[in-house]
């Protein structure tokens, strides 16, 4: 059972990246999506009002989390997390937590990968310095 774990995590690919407010990253944000399976996105810098960028931002990949901002340092908004998986990948995901508070995200997801089906916990934090 352990090498069908390890040969399937071998077979997703992941990645982190730092947005740095939406509409400066999300042109490297898509070419990261024609080489990653799951990315874990932060920095968002979007409001409740245009969250759904993100939700709709790829074809190919459903946004299984997210959080939005609700607080503004310096009169702009800051912060903000989401994880992305291709739709071939993921058959299903519960998301279990929602912290904005903390910016913290946790999801569980059902891969799969050719005729094998596992879960992943996945759980995304923004540590603010």
Known sequence: MEIQVVTLLMLVNFSSYNLFAFDQGRSLLYDRCKMQDFIAVKE????DFNVDKI????NY???IA??????KIRRRPFGGLAILATKSVISSCNV???DCNY???VAIAKLVTGRTVS???ICHVLIPV
């Open 44 to 47: 968002l810098w979007l409001s």
């Open 55 to 58: 939700i709709n931002f790829h």
């Open 61 to 63: 990949f459903a946004d």
């Open 66 to 71: 997210r959080s939005a901002v609700t607080e």
């Open 96 to 98: 279990v937590g929602v």
């Open 103 to 105: 910016q913290c995200l």
């Open 119 to 121: 879960s992943m916990f």
